[in-house]
């Protein structure tokens, strides 16, 4: 979120999603960073291939109700991979996520995998 909020015109997380879903201007380093992960990273590759197929299992629901579940095409799906992973997050910090369920533990290792990944070649690119 903060390297969203530092890079984006938004100003609300929905604002800075849908900027990053664009592919705008502003949001360069992230796709750019995403597909090098996309291409070269097993780790990568193999948590984005299992969150698509949790995804098409059932769907990945808002604990809130607020919004559609959300199943993933393919790789090349990225506004539902951002949103995707997005409703984890959510989903984790706000309570609707439960440990003791491996859908759950799946869904968010395979997050955190695709984040890892993502954001260490972000990181990486700097320097």
Known sequence: ???LE???????DREML???????VNMSSLVETYDAAHSSDEFFKR????????????SIKDVRGQ???????????????VEAIYR???????G??????????????????ILRQWIGKLVGSWG
């Not at 948590?47 to 059932?58: F, P, Y």
């Not at 919004?67 to 991979?81: K, T, V």
């Not at 984890?88 to 706000?94: E, G, K, P, Q, V």
């Open 96 to 113: 609707g996520k439960d440990a003791n369920d491996l859908r759950d533990q799946v869904l968010v290792q395979d997050a955190a995998m």
């Open 1 to 3: 979120n903060a390297w």
């Open 67 to 81: 919004r559609q579940p959300i199943s993933i095409n393919d790789e090349s799906d990225f506004e539902n991979i």
């Open 6 to 12: 530092f890079i984006s015109n938004g100003r609300t």
């Open 18 to 24: 849908e900027e990053l879903k664009s592919k705008s």
């Open 47 to 58: 948590s984005l291939r299992d969150l698509i197929n949790k995804s098409k299992e059932e």
């Open 88 to 94: 984890i997050r959510c989903n984790l910090f706000h």
